[in-house]
């Protein structure tokens, strides 16, 4: 039994490098040049610290990436158009911004999977909603609330009246 899970965890732990061939190295890239990435200031995904070192999600992500494939890069801080105009010239290689992914957008650049979600989120006023309690105890005083609790005492009325029919002519010292 131990050899059975032993032999299964080595296979899981071999098959992402059978399937992927494992980490490239920087001799994929022409020449064995640094990569050009793109950033720009987007906390808390981007951020320029005030010693002019950048920090934030992406920027880890990146370097965690970078540093197992082996690649050799600098970061290039760029505005968001900028970044639109020199992806596609070659000014620079990649991006790690968050670029919002669009169809037009597509047609032009490949996007790796989306990490994270939007970053849109609806606003209203705090004294538009009412409290959550008050919302939860409307539900349940709602006539749909009523009409359900209805039917089920309903249903165990009707079944206790049979029972008791049937009970009552095999046991009558119990129902007098």
């Known amino acids: 039994m ?5 032999l299964f965890l080595l296979f899981i732990l071999i098959q992402p490098t059978m399937i992927f061939g494992g980490p490239q190295s920087a001799a994929a890239f022409p020449g064995g040049e640094k990569l050009r990435v793109a950033v720009t200031e987007d906390p808390p995904y981007t951020m320029k610290t005030a010693d002019g070192r950048w920090t934030g999600f992406n920027v880890d992500s990146w370097s ?3 540093r197992e494939l082996k ?3 600098e ?7 900028d970044i639109l105009q020199a992806l596609p010239e070659g000014a620079i290689d990649l991006s790690i911004a968050c670029l919002f992914q669009t169809p037009e957008r597509e047609k032009v650049f490949d996007f790796s999977t989306p990490i994270g979600s939007t970053r849109l989120a609806l606003a209203t006023l705090p004294d538009r909603i009412e409290h959550p309690w008050l919302s939860a105890l409307r539900i349940f005083i709602s006539w749909s609330t009523l009409k359900v609790v209805g039917i089920v005492i309903s249903i165990l009325f009707i079944i206790g009246f049979i029972f ?3 009970e009552r002519e095999k046991n009558p010292e119990h129902f007098g």
């Not at 131990?2 to 032993?6: D, T, V």
């Not at 970061?75 to 158009?81: A, G, I, K, Q, R």
Request: net charge negative; glycine share 4%.
């Open 64 to 66: 965690h990436v970078a």
């Open 164 to 166: 008791w029919l049937i």
């Open 2 to 6: 131990k050899i059975g899970r032993i």
């Open 71 to 73: 690649l050799d890069y």
């Open 75 to 81: 970061l290039v801080e760029m505005s968001f158009e």
